[in-house]
């Protein structure tokens, strides 16, 4: 977390009118959720759109929540976020125009392979959740109000659990991210739920396994949202909406996301999501 907010502060010294510097209207900032940042896809997806456009692009790396509390500072364009409540509070606020689906992966359950809690090839997130609980096995969340974590306490809530007690722990450091959450999970030999692409990320450094995964209860779902300009009148509406396009472009956004990690891992990492809300455009 913070080098991502390290970063941020740099790029604002560029960015903030007056005495530090002037924005530059081909520059968009972009508060990202950290998932897809620490996988690559966000620097891959703004480096071709450099190359395609002469747009320069430039994010800060933030759990959902703490992103789009930096949107509503009105310094940031662009939001990548992943926590639908969330989400559809920050556009009733009135600092999101609308939610634009970008790319989806999963969440999985991982745990150690001895599966202490015997979850192994459970069909649904719920009862997988539910036997952890009952047996008091070890389980590591992010606790940090993320997406990740979001999405995390609305499975438990499913399974009509509110999880607490010494087996249930937040990891101190869960704002940083869910790849230092999944090493530190990793060391514990515990439980806990993460996006697929951070355990693709890290899977030759661990030793966790994916114990339970498939339910449609685990889709992770990215979205876009840019900053309305009527709340943040000095956003930048026009580049914005020439990346989120070129985000939603089958052939140039999405065939990234539709490739990237293929290669290195023989499966995408992400999946295109924007085909609905072309069409809702007019667009093909």
Known sequence: MKKHLLLFFLIMMIALPGPLGAKDKKFIFMASTIGPIDAGIVGALEGCFEKDTGIRVRHVGAGTGAAMDIARKCN??????????????????????????LMYNDFVILGPASDPAGIKGMKTAREALKKISEMGSLFITRGDKSGTHISEMELWKAAGIKPTGPWYITYEKG???????????????????????????????????VLVAGDDALLNRISLIPVNPQKCPKVNPKETMIFVKWLTDPKKGQKIIQTFGVMEYGNPMFFPDSIAWRKSQGTK
């Open 76 to 101: 940031i364009d662009l939001v990548m976020v992943h926590a639908k409540a969330l989400e559809e509070k920050f556009i009733a606020e009135g600092y999101g125009t609308e939610r634009i689906p």
């Open 175 to 209: 704002s940083e991210g869910n790849a230092p959450t999944l090493r530190f999970t990793d060391q514990k030999g515990a439980y806990t739920v993460i996006d697929r692409a951070t355990f693709l990320a890290l899977k030759k450094d661990i030793k966790l396994e």
